[in-house]
């Protein structure tokens, strides 16, 4: 099993990034897919959720209206629009699986760094 996260980089407040998450080792389509974030000092949170076919999709209040989770199956890829950034959202993203395909398994993450 193995995660993939890029897109990340330093963005100015009201910015966008678009990150990917390349997933393999498992069936990608199997499995609901979610973008998590840690934030220094903080414990990681769910940031977005998203069901097998694409057409469920759940967020944390402080990213609704905001972020865009979304998959694309045939490519094992998982992506989050992120639009109006701010400070707040500043942490390593990371994508995993429910159940976790991987167990205790992550990926290195992507740098998200809104700043001016």
């Known amino acids: 099993v193995q995660f993939v996260e890029s897109g990340g980089g330093l963005v100015q407040p009201g910015g966008s990034l678009r990150l990917s998450c390349v997933a393999s080792g498992f069936t990608f389509s199997d499995y609901v897919m979610i973008w998590y974030r840690q934030a220094p000092g903080n414990e990681r949170e769910l940031v977005a959720l998203i069901g097998v076919t694409g057409r469920t999709t759940d967020y944390a209040d402080s990213v609704k209206g905001r972020f865009t989770i979304s998959r694309d199956n045939a490519k094992n890829t998982l992506y989050l629009q992120m639009n109006s950034l701010k400070p707040e959202d500043t942490a390593v993203y990371y994508c995993?699986?429910?159940?976790?395909?991987?167990?205790?398994?992550w990926g290195q993450g992507t740098q998200v760094t809104v700043s001016l």
């Open positions: 995993n699986g429910r159940p976790k395909p991987g167990g205790n398994l």
